[in-house]
């Protein structure tokens, strides 16, 4: 099993950036695929990011392409969402999971951290 803690959320402005940090305890993170999600007040939670165990193969949502960037360093058990010119629409609670597929589809993940809010003003 591995344990998921997010952080590096927080309020910002529209145009701004964060980068949000997700670190693995227990069970180590490079046998993983890992993904970011999100999820909006009375939205459904939606697919942002995910990349591979090794983390050749990356795959971003059109809605972030180009500005979200995802990471990892296996070495510290950590994966990472860069994320720049943020927007309003982009204000939610972020999720990281780890699972044994690489997908953009939540089911398919076995572990997900507690989420951390992050807010963007306009």
């Known amino acids: 099993q591995v344990q998921l803690v997010e952080s590096g959320g927080g309020l910002v402005q529209a145009g701004d950036s964060l980068r949000l940090s997700c670190a693995a305890s227990g069970r180590t993170l490079s046998y993983y695929n890992m993904a970011w999600f999100r999820q909006a007040p009375g939205k459904e939670r939606e697919f942002v990011a995910a990349?591979?165990?090794?983390?050749?193969?990356?795959n971003h949502a059109d809605s972030v392409k180009g500005r979200f960037t995802i990471s990892r360093d296996n070495a510290k058990n950590t994966v990472y969402l860069q994320m720049n010119s943020l927007k309003p629409e982009d204000t939610a609670v972020y999720y990281c999971?780890?699972?044994?597929?690489?997908?953009?589809?939540?089911?398919?993940?076995?572990?997900w951290g507690q989420g951390t809010q992050v807010t963007v003003s306009s």
């Open positions: 999971a780890a699972g044994t597929q690489l997908s953009i589809y939540d089911p398919t993940y076995d572990y």
């Open positions: 990349i591979s165990r090794s983390g050749v193969s990356r």
